[in-house]
């Protein structure tokens, strides 16, 4: 276990390596970011830091958030996370956390919100194939049978159909870090990072063993 840091993903781009090659790499502004909150086995009954990002005006914030961040003496900041670590104690209120957290050949795990598509078919949603379609077809791109005849007489919940696509929290494994911008809090992953410019993504050192 170990922190991480919040950032805003500001787009994609491509960079060379020494041999002249193509990355592709997504820009993230990275922090810089706050110690809000220390938690610790003796308090809370677990060990935690909690960060806050996103500076914004006292009156975006109501007066608990406010009280809360003033604790730390933390400015007005618009998101809050926590991460678990063995050692809590090994930071302070109030210490900024910026990019240079993270060093070049680093693995993270990235998670943001996916860019949400609305109303999605079968086909794209779930990746069904369509019925044919040749003239007289009428199951070009229907559903077919979604549940049994009069025993249950229903269709069973959580069965693959239509419906909202996108939007869903989603976190990409194992993305390699290939340069850090230490004056201007810029990180270059390799490659697609989940979300449209300007989503809120977490940056953590991987927990998975192994690539």
Do not use: W
């Amino acid at each position: 276990m170990s922190v991480g840091i919040l950032g805003t993903k500001l787009g994609m781009t491509q960079v060379f390596d020494e041999e002249g090659k193509a990355i592709p790499v997504t820009v993230v502004q990275a922090g810089p970011c706050t110690v809000t909150q220390i938690k610790t086995k003796l308090t809370d009954g677990y060990s935690a830091i909690q960060i806050g990002y996103d500076e914004v005006k006292p009156k975006a914030l109501n007066r608990p958030e406010l009280g809360h961040l003033g604790k730390s003496g933390a400015p007005p900041l618009r998101h809050l996370k926590e991460y678990r670590l063995d050692n809590a104690g090994d930071f302070e209120l109030g210490q900024p956390l910026k990019a240079d957290l993270f060093e070049v050949g680093q693995i993270v795990d990235v998670r943001g919100t996916s860019i949400g598509k609305g109303f999605a078919g079968y086909q794209k949603r779930h990746n069904f194939k369509r019925g044919p379609m040749s003239h007289g077809s009428k199951n070009h791109r229907e559903p077919g049978s979604t549940g049994a005849g009069t025993t249950p007489g229903r269709t069973f919940p959580g069965k693959r159909m239509a419906g909202r696509m996108g939007g869903e929290n989603v976190t990409i494994r194992k993305l390699e870090v290939i340069r850090v911008d230490s004056d201007r809090n810029l990180l270059l992953i390799k490659g697609a990072v989940p979300g449209k410019p300007g989503a809120l993504l977490s940056i953590a050192p991987t927990n998975k063993v192994g690539r």
